[in-house]
């Protein structure tokens, strides 16, 4: 009797030691396929194509890039700018609202395809994202409050307290003239701030000052310096997304050849803003 018992916890342990050998080696092919650049392009693309949808990360609280109008309709340059990709992909587009500092992990949790949120392209950025082409060029501007006397360039930000995004390429221009960053969740909430004379300043996009001012002409803010270099702003996508991202590309430059960019920025800014 116990040597019967003795085979069959035997025969028991040979058969799931096979069983979990067996499972191993199916899972190395699937893992490779999922990991491999090739496999991601492919996929995202297909799941893009599949759904019939392309879902878009954006703030929603950044005019005129993405905003709420006051119907509550979300709209602005990136908005439009995002919705005719997807038209040329040929499917709807989806957008998906959250803070700027939370738009890249949303990013790479996969819950968006793509962000489209002005973002400036950087080295650091493209070492962990893919960028489509250009398709906005601003510069840098450094505002204060109308009585500030102490602050009137870059260079007088040295020791000051400055309201930025945390992740956003404003805040490292702040921080690089030796501001201290005060974590905002956007441009409204830094303007607020700063009228309230809790921040000394804010570094921002010249586009999105200058609306504010058109739109606020009596806001006791002003524009006191610019930077000389002007960033490059694009869509931005996840690592090994470039069937995608090529695609992206390829509906940027025919809305640029057939003038639709041109009616897009022009409603938005009054002017080219690639060029």
Same mark, same amino acid.
């Given at each position: ?16 030691? #096979? ?28 799941k ?13 609280t ?10 509550g309709k ?8 995002a919705?005719? +990709? ?16 939370? =738009? ?12 489209a949120?002005? +973002?400036?392209i950087?080295?650091?950025?493209e ?8 398709y ?13 006397? !102490?602050?009137?360039?870059? !260079?007088?930000?040295?020791g ?7 992740t ?7 921080? &690089? ?14 303007? !607020? ?5 809790? +921040? ?9 000052v200058?609306?504010?001012?058109k739109?606020?002409?009596? #806001?006791?803010?002003?524009? +006191?310096?610019?930077a ?15 069937a995608?991202?090529? !695609?992206a590309n390829?509906?940027?430059?025919e =809305?640029?050849?057939?003038g639709?960019?041109?009616?897009? &920025? ?6 080219n803003?690639?060029?």
């Amino acid at each position: 009797m116990k040597k019967f018992s003795l085979l069959l916890v035997l025969l028991l342990a040979a058969i799931v030691l #096979a069983a979990c050998g067996g499972g191993s080696t199916e899972e190395d092919p699937t893992t490779d396929d999922a990991t491999g650049s090739g496999g991601t392009e492919e996929d995202v693309l297909a799941k893009v194509k599949e759904e019939g949808k392309l879902v878009v990360g954006t703030e929603g609280t950044y005019p005129p890039f993405t905003f709420h109008d006051d119907s509550g309709k979300l709209t602005g340059f990136d908005v439009e700018i995002a919705q005719e +990709v997807g038209k040329r992909l040929g499917v709807e587009v989806e957008f998906l609202e959250t803070q700027w500092d939370a =738009m890249f992990a949303g990013l790479d949790s996969g819950r968006f395809d793509m962000v489209a949120n002005q +973002v400036g392209i950087n080295p650091e950025r493209e070492e962990s994202y893919e960028f489509s082409d250009p398709y906005i060029s601003s510069t840098a501007v450094l505002v204060v409050a109308k009585d500030n006397e !102490e602050i009137k360039s870059f !260079e007088d930000l040295e020791g000051k307290l400055s309201a930025q995004s945390l992740t956003s390429n404003y805040a490292e221009t702040a921080r &690089s003239f030796g501001a201290e960053i005060e974590g905002v969740e956007g441009f409204n909430q830094a303007i !607020e701030l700063l009228n309230s004379g809790r +921040v000394d300043a804010t570094v921002n996009d010249n586009l999105t000052v200058l609306d504010f001012l058109k739109q606020r002409p009596d #806001a006791n803010i002003e524009i +006191v310096d610019e930077a000389s270099d002007a960033a490059k702003s694009a869509l931005l996508f996840r690592k090994g997304s470039g069937a995608i991202v090529e !695609e992206a590309n390829t509906a940027l430059a025919e =809305m640029i050849e057939d003038g639709t960019y041109d009616k897009i &920025s022009e409603k938005w800014f009054g002017e080219n803003v690639l060029e």
